[in-house]
């Protein structure tokens, strides 16, 4: 077998998160199908490094993907993005080790846009847009609760067996609400 780590960008609008799910679009599903698609019968897996909710965005979403051949990489990234549909891009692939564990990744950046100014068509994918005001100062107030050591076990789709391999405990460093003004 060979592995390898591909790294992803895509606008999940349209996509029920990442992880494969029967009946819905995916992120996962999506991929896996260009991969069918591109290597015809070949047998692979594929594991994502995180799995997101319905709508969000990433713009560097790692996974690790073993297949049963070994690639012309240059071409395979190519085919594999002729097939993808619109808002999934694979943007590098690259050859790890086979005890590379994509899920014991060392840091992770989220980020969280609220717009506050009038709604946007060409912008509001990418914004939250509350429906009432509300005070930043207490927002903030309750943001710095989640700073800290936490077990997200809840929040993981983890089963029972799997902590074994994976651990569910994070540390979040910082959380800053950030006030930016658009041009």
């Known amino acids: ?8 960008q895509y606008d999940g609008t349209d996509f029920c998160g990442w992880a494969k799910q029967t009946k819905q ?7 896996e199908t260009a991969i069918s698609q ?3 019968n070949a047998q692979f897996r594929v594991v994502g490094a995180s799995k997101t909710d319905a709508g969000v965005h990433a713009v560097d979403q790692k996974a690790w993907v073993e297949l049963e051949f070994s690639p012309n990489l240059p071409g395979f990234l190519n085919g594999l993005n002729s097939a993808l549909p619109v808002g999934i891009k694979i943007t590098k692939i690259e050859p790890i080790k086979p005890e590379f564990r994509v899920r014991n990744c060392q840091q992770k950046t989220y980020h969280y846009q609220i717009n506050l100014d009038t709604p946007n068509v060409f912008e509001n994918r990418y914004y939250l847009q509350p429906k009432f005001k509300f005070d930043q100062n207490k927002l903030n107030e309750a ?5 800290g050591t936490h077990d997200f076990f809840n929040f993981s789709g983890l089963k029972e067996f799997e902590l074994a391999a994976i651990n569910s405990i994070r540390i979040i460093d910082s959380i800053r609400l950030k006030e930016e003004q658009k041009n």
């Open 143 to 147: 943001l710095q609760l989640f700073v």
């Open 25 to 31: 679009r995916t992120i996962q599903g999506e991929v």
């Open 1 to 8: 077998m060979n592995y390898y780590l591909f790294t992803i």
């Open 38 to 40: 591109v290597t015809r």
